[in-house]
């Protein structure tokens, strides 16, 4: 009979545990699983021989984009659970705005939601900043998406993303609660 139970039980822990639900989280296979509209979104590696993203200003895309349905998830394992999204970003220069968006998407394909990290004119880090957000998915969430938008960017502008990470977490201690 244990063995039965922790058998059920073993996908719901693995799924618990902090494995990171996307695939490619550095960009180190080029951008296997994304859609991307831009050649100036590309894959670089440091002097460590690490990948991540890098975005410069496309004068024929205004709008760049790159985006990624993450696979393998069902309704149950999403629904008003709590999610962390963490990355690191270096912003040489920004003039236009950078997004990164978790999308809730209901069954029938339409947007329930966005949880979105704005970067915009005046954010600067030449140096890795570690970013990390909580966010609690709407009960009606089936799927969900990861976005990056950069919007207007200016000659000399360029975001950089790497270690980008989306786990299954537990719900922050309620407030006042003894």
């Not at 790497?162 to 407030?175: M, V």
């Given at each position: 009979?244990?063995?039965?139970?922790?058998?059920?039980?073993?996908?719901?822990?693995?799924?618990?545990?902090?494995?990171?639900?996307?695939?490619n989280?550095?960009?180190?296979?080029?951008?296997?699983?994304?859609?991307?509209?831009?050649?100036?979104?590309?894959?670089?590696?440091?002097?460590?021989?690490?990948?991540?993203?890098?975005?410069?200003?496309?004068?024929?895309?205004?709008?760049?984009?790159?985006?990624?349905?993450?696979?393998?998830?069902?309704?149950?394992?999403l629904?008003?659970?709590?999610?962390?999204?963490?990355?690191?970003?270096?912003?040489?220069?920004?003039?236009?705005?950078?997004?990164?968006?978790?999308?809730?998407?209901?069954?029938?394909?339409?947007?329930?939601?966005y949880?979105?990290?704005?970067?915009?004119?005046?954010?600067?880090?030449?140096?890795?900043?570690?970013?990390?957000?909580?966010?609690?998915?709407?009960?009606?969430?089936?799927?969900?998406?990861?976005?990056?938008?950069?919007?207007?960017?200016?000659?000399?502008?360029?975001?950089?993303?790497?270690?980008?990470?989306?786990?299954?977490?537990?719900?922050?201690?309620?407030?006042?609660?003894?």
């Amino acid at each position: 009979m244990r063995v039965k139970i922790m058998l059920l039980l073993l996908p719901a822990m693995l799924f618990a545990g902090g494995k990171n639900l996307i695939s490619n989280p550095d960009f180190q296979d080029n951008f296997a699983g994304w859609w991307k509209n831009s050649s100036e979104i590309t894959s670089q590696s440091d002097d460590a021989g690490g990948a991540y993203l890098s975005c410069r200003r496309d004068p024929a895309q205004p709008q760049q984009r790159l985006i990624a349905v993450l696979p393998g998830l069902t309704p149950e394992e999403l629904r008003g659970n709590w999610f962390t999204l963490s990355f690191q970003a270096r912003l040489i220069s920004l003039q236009g705005v950078v997004t990164v968006k978790v999308r809730q998407i209901d069954a029938d394909g339409r947007s329930l939601g966005y949880h979105t990290l704005r970067f915009c004119q005046y954010d600067t880090a030449p140096d890795w900043q570690s970013i990390s957000r909580e966010y609690r998915m709407h009960p009606k969430t089936a799927q969900i998406g990861i976005y990056l938008d950069c919007y207007y960017l200016g000659e000399n502008d360029q975001f950089c993303l790497r270690a980008l990470s989306l786990t299954r977490t537990e719900p922050p201690p309620q407030e006042g609660a003894n």
